[in-house]
């Protein structure tokens, strides 16, 4: 096993333990990580979002989070809308002065 792995691995459980606040319906989820499997900004490799940096098997489960970029508790959303959830992503983009989503 390389460092980058290691360093991943140590990453991922501390996100586990971290990130997630409360855990969503297990259907939710599963439908969440099908879109992801199929985004265009997903690192196979690694299984995190390149938009986001999350690791997509922690988030896609998670009802809350830590933005540990932003400092706050979320609605775990997908900050693209891709989830069908783009009213809320679209607070948190307006609360960061990003573009809003049509």
């Known amino acids: 096993m390389g460092i980058q792995e290691i360093k991943n691995k140590a990453l991922h459980l501390l996100a586990e ?11 939710e989820a599963a439908r969440r990580f099908r879109v992801c499997v199929g985004c265009e900004y997903r690192n196979e490799k690694e299984n995190v979002c390149d938009v986001c940096g999350c690791f997509l098997d922690l988030k896609t489960t998670a009802k ?9 508790n979320e609605i775990t959303h997908c900050p693209l809308g891709k989830w069908n959830d783009k009213k809320t992503a679209n607070v948190y983009r307006g609360m960061d002065g990003k573009e809003l989503l049509t």
């Open 64 to 72: 809350t989070n830590w933005n540990a970029k932003k400092l706050r």
């Open 17 to 27: 333990k971290l990130i997630v606040k409360e855990q969503g319906d297990g259907d």
